[in-house]
């Protein structure tokens, strides 16, 4: 992979080991914990899994029309923290070009570990070094809540901005019925925030967004995650076009998926 003939393709092949590696590793994955899995009778063959991998991606790079190429150009990628002020560097803060558009999916407020559950490809593609280095993406990452992500949040109540204190309708009867899931709640909420106030700078001119999300019941308290969210863009002074509820999450009740369509 490192050698010169494949660094134009060399994502791609990223992309194929990473997959490879946790196909062919000798573990379950069992939601939410992972076991070895020494006594199997698996044939492994990591070069054909490999190969497969590079074929799915030939196969789905050769259906692409040529206007769907033509806009691949368009595009970049940028690794950052989309709470962090942007452009930390002033280089990149001079170059960063406004932003027209965004359809993101952010985490919900459902105490769901992005990195808990994807530790075995971090551990294997040797993203992070040790457990102490995914568990400060965890803290990082908006909704984080595994080992010391958790353990923190269990230490007083969270600093809610002022302008926040009358948004947070859920907060005094969570607060009442567990002080760890509110401080939780509020943590995330204040990193939305934080995320709104750094896309305020870069939002372009006649900014378009939408931003889906799911609520969520913490502690049998109803958190109406999309109207919070709506109420953080207007707070920042965008304007929020409509909230569209587009499907139920899980089978469980009450829970459903929205888009907060935003502009400004
Ligand atoms: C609901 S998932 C959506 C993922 C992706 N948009 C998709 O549809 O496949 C939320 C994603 O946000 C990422 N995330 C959490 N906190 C973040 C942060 N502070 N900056 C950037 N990404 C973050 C998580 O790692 C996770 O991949």
């Known amino acids: 992979m490192r050698q010169a003939g494949y660094r134009t393709v060399r994502h791609y092949l990223w992309l194929c080991v990473n997959t490879a590696a946790l196909d062919c590793a000798n573990i379950h994955r069992n939601h939410p914990t992972i076991t070895f899995d020494d006594n199997h009778n698996r044939k492994i063959d990591v070069a054909a899994i490999v190969a497969g991998e590079v074929c799915k991606i030939e196969a789905d790079l050769q259906a692409l029309s040529p206007q769907e ?122 990193d939305l925030n934080r995320h709104i106030g750094q896309l305020r700078k870069v939002a372009a001119k006649g900014f378009r967004g939408a931003y889906v999300v799911g609520n969520s019941r913490l502690s049998g308290v109803e958190i109406y995650t999309e109207g919070i969210l709506a109420r953080l863009f207007e707070l920042h002074g965008f304007g929020v076009d409509q909230i569209v509820v587009f499907r139920r999450r899980g089978g469980r009740r009450r829970l459903y998926e929205c888009a907060v369509c935003v502009r400004g």
């Open 69 to 190: 190429l033509a806009h691949g150009g368009l595009g970049s990628v940028t690794t950052a923290d989309s709470c962090a002020p942007i452009g930390l560097d002033g280089t990149t803060r001079k170059n960063q070009k406004k932003t027209t558009h965004v359809i993101t999916s952010p985490p919900y407020p459902n105490r769901f570990s992005y990195v808990h559950q994807t530790r075995p490809q971090l551990h294997f593609m040797e993203l992070v070094g040790n457990r102490s280095a995914a568990t400060e993406i965890d803290i990082a990452t908006v909704g984080g809540t595994w080992g010391r992500a958790t353990s923190d949040l269990a230490k007083g109540n969270i600093a809610i901005p002022p302008k926040l204190a009358g948004v947070l309708d859920f907060l005094p009867q969570l607060r009442g019925k567990s002080p760890l899931m509110a401080n939780y709640a509020v943590k995330y909420f204040v």
